[in-house]
């Protein structure tokens, strides 16, 4: 699995679009991208995943950087519900038989009213 | 309710108990995983079960025993163990290994004394 990098922690106003940077400079060509998010008190819930093009979902956006080094996941407008650690994996051969998704230090977003 | 129920939510043992962690999935998934996550560290892959086959340990000490009597049910075992194994211990299926979407119980938050 490719390396990535989080910052620990960044925070959010409510209602406003909050952006969190993923560097995975080492991925390879077939290493999917993977977002989850872990509420407090609750296990990790998958948020997004995707591999070279922009992918949308009803909870976030997931920006791919062209050279696919680095991804942003994008939340439009945040919640007090959305305060959580969000963990982005660089994952290959998704759907196949071999390993398993790794989790790192996640970035812990605080979201102000 | 992601479909992945763990029980008990919370456990307190002494050193010299054998307890069980017990999970269940209603997703007709057909792998299992265990993960431990400690305070201030991420979460750790123990072991992982493909259609009740154990496929990966990631050198867990013996004192965790983990059992899949099926795709829907997953135990994980626990005797002698130490204070420093309190931690949150999540369960998570997937339709498949191999870096598919995940989805985690709320977890067991175990105390040992």
């Known amino acids: 699995d490719a390396k990535t990098t989080q910052p620990n922690s960044m925070e959010s106003n409510e209602e406003e679009p909050v952006h969190l940077p993923c560097n995975h400079s080492t991925i390879s060509g077939t290493d999917y991208i993977h977002w989850y998010r872990q509420l407090p008190s609750q296990g990790p819930e998958y948020v997004i995943h995707?591999?070279?093009s922009n992918v949308n979902n009803r909870m976030a956006s997931l920006a791919i950087a062209e050279d696919r080094k680095s991804s942003t996941l994008i939340l439009h407008r945040a919640t007090l519900r959305d305060a959580a650690v969000y963990y982005c994996i660089a994952y290959m051969n998704y759907g196949g038989s071999q390993g398993n998704l790794i989790f790192g230090k996640g970035t812990k977003l605080s979201v102000k009213p | 309710e992601t479909g992945v129920t763990q029980t008990p939510r919370h456990l307190v043992m002494g050193m010299t108990n054998k307890k069980s962690l017990k999970c269940e999935q209603h997703?007709?998934?057909?792998?299992m995983y265990w993960y431990k996550q400690s305070a201030k560290k991420p979460l750790e892959l123990m072991f992982v079960?493909?259609?009740?086959?154990?496929?990966e340990n990631n050198s867990v000490p013996s004192r965790f025993s983990p059992e899949c009597p099926n795709s829907s049910h997953l135990f994980l075992h626990l005797h002698t163990l130490q204070p420093e194994d309190s931690a949150l211990y999540l369960c998570?299926?997937?339709?498949?290994?191999?870096?598919?979407?995940?989805?985690f119980g709320s977890g067991t938050q175990l105390s040992v004394l």
């Open positions: 079960y493909n259609f009740k086959e154990q496929t």
């Open positions: 997703l007709g998934h057909n792998a």
């Open positions: 995707g591999l070279t």
């Open positions: 998570a299926s997937s339709q498949r290994t191999g870096g598919e979407k995940l989805f």
